[in-house]
């Protein structure tokens, strides 16, 4: 059922009351939330989508900044749903508005959620695990469950959940030591912590699949990476991508033959000053040339 209120700005008496209602959360309707708000008015943001940020949240860049999306939006995100001011009335519909100006009453329809807003943290596993929405359950038989693990990947992995026994949120953790200790995630290994760990593979996969540092490929003894950001863009970063793929005879994102490097590229490493960047592992690599590009990767070449 939906469930029907009224938002009114008219006083007992008649008179106007500093209250607004900003219809859409996207980024123009965030920023006109928060300066309304900040004046001292009273606003209700209301979206027909179940979380704000409108179609900003999709986007990779800005144009004509090239800008990250996400560092733009995230703080007017962060302060909206904080702000005393602001009343957030998602998943909405505006059904009709009467008065005139300063005595406007809106009705407004809320649709059904069926969780509780209050512990919602919008990881998006009641969507995944509805069984209305997925009309099927899906019951896992004793044989599915076994896990085809070599024993000695399994003493290693076993180590590594040993390690981290008892702690709350340890799962990127004991990602983090898998990745280290293989330079990627296997898949055996992944299929045997979901079993262990009694946690949704899907879930597993969704956080190795998000993080860039995490690869389900097998990966090179080096990591080289270039940093593709705005600075280094602009310093010719395009060059020593090139000139890197050229000594390394392969592309971006592939790995040499004998295992030694695995070339990849990021958008920002957040050492602007000292574009063009290069970094093999921990080692960052500040100016680079195309000239260097050689003698940089030949002292990891025997290594």
Excluded: W
């Amino acid at each position: 059922m939906r469930e029907n209120f009224e938002t009114n700005n008219i006083s007992a008496r008649g008179d106007v009351v500093g209250s607004a209602l900003v219809v859409g959360a996207g980024i123009g309707g965030l920023q006109a939330a928060l300066d309304l708000a900040e004046s001292g008015i009273k606003v209700y943001l209301l979206d027909k989508n179940p979380a704000i940020g409108g179609a900003m949240t999709q986007l990779d860049k800005t144009f004509p900044t090239n800008d990250c999306a996400m560092c733009i939006l995230s703080p007017k995100l962060v302060e909206c749903a904080r702000h005393r001011n602001i009343e957030l009335l998602t998943y909405s519909d505006v059904d009709g508005v009467e008065g005139t100006a300063g005595h406007f009453r809106v009705n407004i329809t809320r649709k059904p959620r069926f969780v509780d807003e209050d512990k919602c943290t919008g990881c998006g596993e009641c969507m995944i695990n509805c069984p209305v929405r997925n009309e099927i359950y899906i019951l896992e038989t004793e044989e599915k469950t076994r896990v085809a693990i070599a024993a000695e990947d399994r003493v290693k992995v076993d180590e590594i959940l040993h390690k981290h026994q008892g702690e709350k949120g340890s799962l990127v953790s004991i990602l983090q030591n898998i990745n280290a200790s293989y330079n990627y995630l296997p898949e055996p290994a992944l299929r045997y912590v979901s079993r262990e760990l009694d946690v949704p593979l899907s879930l597993i996969y969704r956080i190795a699949t998000f993080y860039t540092a995490f690869s389900l490929k097998p990966r090179g003894k080096h990591i080289v990476t270039a940093c593709m950001g705005t600075a280094c863009h602009v310093k010719g970063a395009g060059r020593i991508m090139r000139a890197a793929e050229k000594y390394l005879g392969i592309r971006r994102g592939q790995t040499t033959e004998d295992m030694n490097f695995t070339l990849e590229a990021v958008r920002c490493l957040g050492c602007c000053g000292l574009a063009p960047v290069l970094t093999i592992g921990e080692e960052v690599y500040g100016h680079v040339t195309e000239s260097k590009v050689r003698g940089i990767l030949s002292a990891y070449q025997a290594t």
